[in-house]
């Protein structure tokens, strides 16, 4: 069997690059190793930012995939329980920023694809990459009913995510990683709750704390913790406590929890993103600490340039943009970094729970309040959020 393009993963990453190679004409194949229920349930990201909105409606798709919620564009930063408001309107022309779970996202990119056609293949077992240097790498899998499969192919999509095999399949010393681990843990609760006005990110002496609307009876809360913390030391009390407390919020409603997950902060880069014909694409690539909401979005971003250079390549036999792929995605993905490392360190050092000192604390209060009252730093702050700061 052979296609042009397999897609490895149906996450944000595979879906976008396979409905975009879908409206060009492109052959592909996606390859997931989960059921589509599963896929269609995992819950993250809620903001689709300005410029990937942008990316969906320059191909006809943002209606389509996105869901009508605009987000308003403001968000709360809440500093010892005096609220501030901050935007990421920043003035230009053209649709903006949506409210649209990671889930949702997914579910409608994945029946668009299907809609028109597309060819994908859940429970693909097994999944192994060949001959990537070549020029016709092979993709072996097995199918659900233990069948083994082979297809041949021009590019292969590595879109599974930073526990795949397509960055595995890379030798090693091919790609060098730069690594950071912040030191900080985020128990992360999702609760049948009503939604803040905007989103909300809180510092207070007892650490940070954020609220996120993720429907219009859903929550996602974030609660600084030791990195090594274990979700059974925050029975359900002791969340909603440290939630009124860091949010200064004594008359929060609380309501039954769904999912309550310990995870680490942490900022991983492999570079290049490209070895021979394999070229990865969202956090195959790159992880991005949650502080800023960028990392499905960066994933949006790959997918877009990848979609595009591989039509070229097919349609005008132009390699100039595979051939940039990678030197064009890093350039936004330690953008990105940076501002979410930027955030990160301001959020937490602010309230000063992490142990970073007095000194470090009066640093981020000093970049809140500048955030807060010169228009100037506004602004990129703003420019920032939305993903334009590009030009
Ligand atoms: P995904 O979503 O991990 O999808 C990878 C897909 O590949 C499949 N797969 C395989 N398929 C075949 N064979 C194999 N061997 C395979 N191995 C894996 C998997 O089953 C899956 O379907 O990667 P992708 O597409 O690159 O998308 C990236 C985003 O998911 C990620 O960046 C965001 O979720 C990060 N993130 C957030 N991003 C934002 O922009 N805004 C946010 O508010 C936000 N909040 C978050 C987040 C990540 C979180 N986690 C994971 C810690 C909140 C949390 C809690």
Known sequence: ???????????????????????????CVVLERRTREYVAQRQRAGIVETRAVRMFDS????????????????????????????????????????????????????????????????????????????????????????????????????CDGDHGISRTSVPDGALTPYAFDHGIGWLTVLADAPPPAHPLLAVSPQGFAAHFPRGPYTSRYYL?????????????????????????????????????????LRSLVHDPMQYGRLFLVGDAAHIVSPMGGKGMNLALYDADL????????????????????????????????????????????AGDATGSGPFRRGLARARLDRLFTAPGAARAFSELMTGLEFG
């Not at 994945?110 to 020029?135: I, P």
Request: charged letters at 25%; proline letters at 6%; glycine letters at 8%.
């Open 224 to 264: 600084q913790c030791p990195p090594d913390d274990h979700p059974d030391a925050w029975p359900d009390d002791r969340v909603w406590d440290a939630l009124r407390t860091r949010l200064g919020d004594p008359a929060l409603v609380s309501g039954p929890i769904t999912d309550r997950e310990i995870f680490r």
């Open 59 to 158: 191909w006809g798709l943002a209606d389509r995939v996105l869901g009508g919620v605009p987000h308003q564009g403001i968000l709360e930063l809440r500093v010892d329980g005096e609220p501030h408001l901050v935007s990421d309107y920043d003035g230009s022309e053209g649709p903006t920023a949506r409210l649209c779970p990671q889930q949702m996202l997914v579910q409608k990119l994945t029946a668009e694809y299907l809609a028109n056609g597309g060819d994908l293949r859940f429970e693909a077992a097994d999944v192994s990459l060949h001959d990537l240097t070549g020029e016709h790498p092979t993709v072996r899998y097995r199918t659900a009913d233990g069948h083994l499969r082979t297809l041949t192919c021009d590019f292969v999509a590595g």
């Open 1 to 27: 069997e052979s296609t042009t393009v397999v897609v490895i993963g149906a996450g944000p990453a595979g879906m976008t690059v396979a409905n975009l190679l879908q409206r060009s004409g492109v052959d």
């Open 306 to 349: 990848f979609a595009r250079a591989v039509r070229d390549s097919v349609h005008d036999h132009d390699d100039t943009a595979l051939h940039t792929y990678s030197e064009r995605c890093l350039r936004r993905v330690w953008n990105d970094q940076e501002f979410s490392h930027w955030m990160t360190g301001m959020l937490h050092d």
